[in-house]
């Protein structure tokens, strides 16, 4: 008859499940039953929220270095040699340019590459903003109104101030455009005045003097990356041509592409459409050291995370060996009656792998909830903490961005189920192969 019995009969989950919610005084371990789940369930919420964290990082990451900035960078850096006229003496002198002399003609033929979106020259340089007693060095951007358009987080940022058909107007200077983090420093708001200082400024007989020229802010803008908020300025193009000096040339040319993630595919047939004089450089080279630092993170946060959830399952081993000691007299009364020793196994391991099953589902569900609501959890704790719990300065983003990834949810219940089960099995075959004669001597 036992030869007969299925595996995983009703009878043996009732067994296990009587053992499961039996007290101490029954011969049960409910104690270490709820250590055991509690342990799980909280180590399998701590691997989902760390992994939701961890992708929401380098997504936001991402987004926020895609949406403002170009994909792929052109730049030209070559020596030239012109005529310089000294009293009655001609002297050819040779100089380094870093301009492009045809940054409209080059863009419309970057721009026609298949699968670029879009081409632009700008001008680009730093300088000193002021108003008042506040000042702050920023990037300054030189870029037409249609252009500035096309960038997606100036365009539609996470909050704005005045409108973006303002950029550019017929007021002194122009209306320009300001990240959040400048504005804040200045003390602007749309309207006021700031002035641009500027080194490389006008030439004299003696030296270079610095370029001074004020403008009127017509549109403030939050990416949501605190480094781009607190020194990006743009001015419309001419306007910046004219405050560096550099009348009918660009500095580089801006080029976005369909898919930013593989940006690397584009370099060699843009590569093709460029001079000897050019080259090229996209958003990965810029950010490279940081992304690989958050691949080294990623793996060692996963791998410190799974030992927590290895940590966790050692406590049903704990429990079962109690529940298995406290138990021999069963085991040897259910083989006499001719339970097998794979039933016996069965049973024990319904109870260590149903803990797990059920500590898994229980930590899936905290650990989705919490990247879901995510935000109402960090005001809470901001407000409890009395504010400034989250410096932007510091972290250089807003808030904790957190975002679900299927494959993050699977990896946690497919690691979390295995290591459970897997150390079920060593009690539960220990109670299989117990010798039910020794079990009840003392009986």
Known sequence: MAGKTAPFSKFEWMIAWRYIRAKRAEGGVSIMTWISLIGVTLAVFALIAVLAVRSGFRADFVDTIVGANAHLTVRENYMETVTVTQGDQSVDVTRRVDTIANGEVLAAQLGAVDGVTRAAPIMRGEGLAS?????????????????????????????????????????????????????????????????????????????????????????????????????????????????????????????????????????????????????????????????????????????????????????????????????????????????TEGSVLRIFFICGAGLGTVGTLLGVILGCLFAIYIDQIFAFVNYVAGGGVWDPSIRGIYNIPAKLELDDVLKAVVLSLSLSWIVTIFPARRAARMNPVEALRYE
């Open 131 to 339: 108003q008042a007693d506040n000042s702050s060095f920023v990037q300054i951007y030189g870029i037409t109104q249609s252009d500035l358009k096309d960038i997606p987080l100036v365009l539609n940022p996470q909050s704005s101030a005045g409108s973006i058909e303002d950029f550019g107007l017929e007021v002194e200077g122009g209306g320009i455009a300001l990240g959040s983090g400048v504005a804040g420093k200045l003390r602007v708001q749309v309207g006021d005045r700031i002035t641009l200082l500027s080194a490389t400024g006008v030439q004299t007989a003696v030296t270079r003097s610095a370029r001074r020229v004020t403008f009127e802010v017509a549109y403030i803008f939050q990416t949501g990356r605190y480094i781009t908020d607190v020194s990006r300025v743009y001015l419309p193009l001419e306007a910046a041509q004219s405050f560096f000096s550099r009348d009918g040339v660009h500095d580089e040319i801006e080029i976005y592409v369909a898919d930013p993630d593989r940006v690397e595919e584009w370099i060699q047939p843009l590569y093709a459409e460029l001079g000897p004089e050019a080259f090229l450089y996209s958003w990965k080279d810029n950010e490279g050291a940081y992304l690989r630092a958050l691949t080294v993170e990623d793996n060692v946060m996963f791998v410190i995370m799974a030992i927590l959830v290895l940590i966790a399952s050692m406590n049903i081993i704990s429990g079962l060996i109690m529940l298995v000691k406290n138990k021999g007299r069963d085991i040897g009364i259910l083989r006499t009656m001719g339970l």
